[in-house]
């Protein structure tokens, strides 16, 4: 492979990167708790934007009762948002980390260059740029 594929095979992987991490910032997700009296809106990189507690979830009759089931909730809720963009987050920057496993691809994905993969932490006899121990 010569310098010019090298370098197109780095910008297309530079690109598909971006776009990924723009599709996350640009997510919102939202989990909820309690059937729904609890919702936790959680963007692409795993930051509450918001959190919306419903009036029903209030018993004035009970506040100290009422404050621990609404902790609990929002706990939850919010554990529920954190799993959605996990797996968001996994949907579209795995495909970009599955390239550095395949044959012949080095640690960002890119084509391996004989007799460099020791750079990458690898034994200059690894063919496939593993980590070293």
Known sequence: ????????????MQSHLMSAQQELADAVVEGTSGGGLVK????GQGELVDLI???EAIDPADPAETAQTIADLVLAAIRNASSI????????MGPLAAGLGQPGLGPAGLPEIPGLSGLFGGAPDDPGGEPGP
């Open 1 to 12: 492979m010569d310098l010019q594929q090298l370098l197109a095979a780095a910008q297309q």
């Open 85 to 92: 963009v996990a797996d968001l987050q996994q949907e579209k």
């Open 40 to 43: 936790a809106r959680v963007n």
């Open 53 to 55: 507690i419903s009036p």
